[in-house]
């Protein structure tokens, strides 16, 4: 039986415009992302909320997807909703909107039988929330967080009581520059090791992503696409190929986390190719392995 991994996280509406077409009305959020990239690899299990807006072929695609949904709160009002623009540089954005709706009252409800879930993904909420999660939870083999800017500098003992908890903790460049104060890669992952997580994920955008373990690095580029359509939700694809194949294992160690960061690459570059979850929809075992295969090539001498 496949081990199971619960993310908890925003399950949104994106309208998002880039140099290569538009989207209204996109499913979009941390959650939905994950989830669908993980489904790849194992059985998910969602806790989020959404408004009465949101459409039952959604709900449909994820459990057709292997995605449990019953976590999944349906609420008086609407769905969060995001607009952005991207420029001709599609690494550059301009938010628009950020209509936080339903999301704004979100507090994690887990079931029953989801308290005993194996592997846990924190995506990007309130750190409190965060906290809350974990204490609803019975001892999880693995857990993985989340985080942004905005926390780290409004609710900084939250998030660093958060961080202390978790085995694996995901960041970018400048978020681990305003976390540890530090410039120097090395330097900044030294301090975050010393809060807690003993795995460090730095993620670089197209410049690829560095996994952290006991000062031992592993490097992954991004996996290299002809047409970047929409980068939305990239990252939360990579921490679902990640967890997913983590999880499908069942082994947590510095070898199969080098090979979960290779899947979260390939799963990050799939959903770029496409607006919204499309590029994940009617993915198949087949391309993903073509792609972990290519990708190994590029890095084995």
Not at 37 to 60: C, L, M, Q
Not at 86 to 108: G, Q
Not at 130 to 142: E, T
Not at 237 to 248: D, P, S
């Amino acid at each position: 039986m496949k081990n199971f991994v619960l993310v908890i996280g925003s399950v949104a509406f994106d309208d998002v415009k880039t140099p290569f077409g538009e989207r209204r009305n996109a499913l979009g959020g941390s959650a939905v992302f994950f989830s669908m990239a993980a489904s790849h690899f194992t059985n998910v299990r969602i806790v989020g909320v959404a408004g009465k807006d949101y459409p039952e072929d959604a709900i449909k695609m994820l459990c057709d997807h292997n995605v449990d949904t019953h976590g999944l709160e349906i609420a008086e009002g609407k769905t969060f909703r995001w607009g952005g623009v991207y420029h001709e540089d599609i690494n550059i954005r301009d938010t628009l909107y950020t209509h936080l709706n339903v999301f704004a009252d979100f507090k994690p409800i887990i079931p029953p039988d989801y308290q005993q879930s194996p592997f846990l993904f924190l995506g990007n909420i309130q750190p409190s929330l965060q906290l809350d999660v974990l204490n609803q939870l019975q001892k999880p083999r693995f857990t993985a967080l989340d985080t942004m800017n905005l926390w780290i500098e409004s609710t900084p003992d939250d998030l660093s009581k958060v961080i202390e908890k978790v085995d694996l903790l995901l960041i970018n460049d400048s978020e681990l520059n305003l976390l540890t104060g530090e410039l120097n890669l090395l330097k900044g992952l030294d301090k975050v090791h010393e809060m807690g997580p003993k795995y460090v994920i730095i993620k670089k955008g197209e410049h690829g992503a560095y996994l952290s373990y006991q000062r031992s690095l592993f490097f992954v580029p991004a996996y290299p696409v002809y047409q970047p359509t929409d980068p939305t939700g990239a990252g939360d694809g990579f921490a679902g190929g990640f967890m997913g194949y983590l999880a499908a294992c069942g082994n947590v160690s510095f070898r199969t986390m080098k090979k979960a960061l290779i899947y979260g690459s390939i799963m990050g570059s799939f959903v770029v190719e496409d607006f919204s979850v499309d590029g994940l929809i009617d993915l198949t075992k087949n391309q993903i392995e073509s792609r972990y295969k290519t990708l190994r090539q590029m890095v084995t001498l």
